[in-house]
């Protein structure tokens, strides 16, 4: 169950539980279920990071009106006020870059009622890129610029492992993660990756792995959804797509093979709506080495080999043009 279904639970039949529900009046009420289930349509911390999309801006566009939005986005400072707190110092969470990403994110939203969804997104992410000095010209541009987001890059300092490590992917590899990352679930449906920025942080802190290993899996992990049409069988204009299992076991992986051997036996299921890369005890076992190799390790192995030579090949071709 998401945090807002038990809020709005407890709102509903606990009032004789919680004290300051069974003290509100019907407005406060009213009130508090709407923001509630405002924040379910789009969570303001996973806008943050680059985790939603503009669809989520769109469904919130279609449900408040102006005191709503003010309410609402009143109720995220305060949120994010609360992060990490203690009652002498305040927020640990909340610090001058943070407060900075925050109100950008809030000048954004404060435009949803007089601007396209779409529009208001892509300008929040925009505002990122210009917060490291990252010029946007081009599609990858911007796929990279969402990127920076889901990393939590805040500071020009980290700019350059982004990027780099994204211009050492092969071609086929960066197109592929350019349009996962640019469709908005508006004009074209779109993969929601939840725990996406866990995933990369979990990678960047791992020195074995490192962002363009992490990179690569995703491309592995969207491989298998497209094998499994998942995108093209939804009826809905997004899918979510649960990672947290697969970011749970990155800080104990020793190389980037062995993340790729322990996609190639993980399983996606979906339930409720919501498809989940599912970390199998096969994919336990190749962390621990009790798994001896099978067809489907040779099968990740020559894929990870061609992708190698792929990315020789191309860096030979690129040295020639110039």
């Known amino acids: 169950e998401s945090n807002e279904s038990i809020l709005l639970h407890a709102l509903g039949s606990l009032r004789n539980v919680i004290t300051s529900v069974g003290n509100m009046d019907s407005d406060c009420t009213m009130i508090a279920r709407q923001l509630i289930e405002n924040q379910g349509v789009c969570n303001f911390a996973q806008l943050l990071q680059g ?32 992060l990490a707190g203690d009652t002498k110092n305040g927020s640990r969470w909340l ?21 396209e969804a779409q529009t208001v997104y892509w300008n929040f992410i925009g505002e990122r890129a210009r917060m490291v000095s990252m010029e946007i010209v081009n599609q990858e541009d911007v796929a990279l610029a969402r990127l920076l987001c889901l990393t939590r890059t805040l500071e020009k300092s980290g700019l ?6 994204w211009r050492e992917l092969c071609d086929r590899d960066r197109a592929a993660l350019t349009e996962c990352l640019i469709v908005d679930g508006i004009d074209s449906k779109a993969f929601v990756f939840v725990g ?11 020195p074995m792995v490192g962002l363009q290993e992490a990179l690569r899996g995703l491309v592995q992990v969207l491989r298998k959804l497209e094998a499994q049409r998942f995108l093209s069988l939804a009826s809905g204009r997004i899918v979510n797509v649960n990672l947290e299992s697969l970011a749970s076991i990155v800080p104990q992986v020793d190389s980037g093979r062995t993340l790729m051997r322990c996609l190639a036996v993980s399983h996606i299921v979906q339930k409720q709506g919501t498809v989940t890369v599912v970390m ?22 020559m894929l990870e080999q061609v992708q190698e030579q792929q990315l020789k090949l191309e860096t030979k071709i690129k040295a020639a043009r110039q």
């Open 95 to 115: 610090t001058n870059l943070n407060a900075r990403n925050v109100l950008r994110a809030i000048w954004s939203l404060q435009q949803i009622l007089a601007v």
């Open 280 to 301: 199998t005890s096969d994919s336990w076992h190749v962390l621990t080495g009790k798994l001896l190799q099978r067809p489907q390790d040779w099968s990740a192995d």
């Open 196 to 206: 996406l920025p866990l995933y990369l942080g979990s990678a960047q802190a791992n």
């Open 160 to 165: 350059p492992e982004i990027e780099n490590a």
């Open 51 to 82: 985790e939603n999309n503009a669809h989520h801006l769109l469904m919130l566009q279609g449900r408040v009106d102006s005191s709503q939005l003010k309410v609402y986005l009143f109720a995220q400072v305060c949120r994010m006020c609360g």
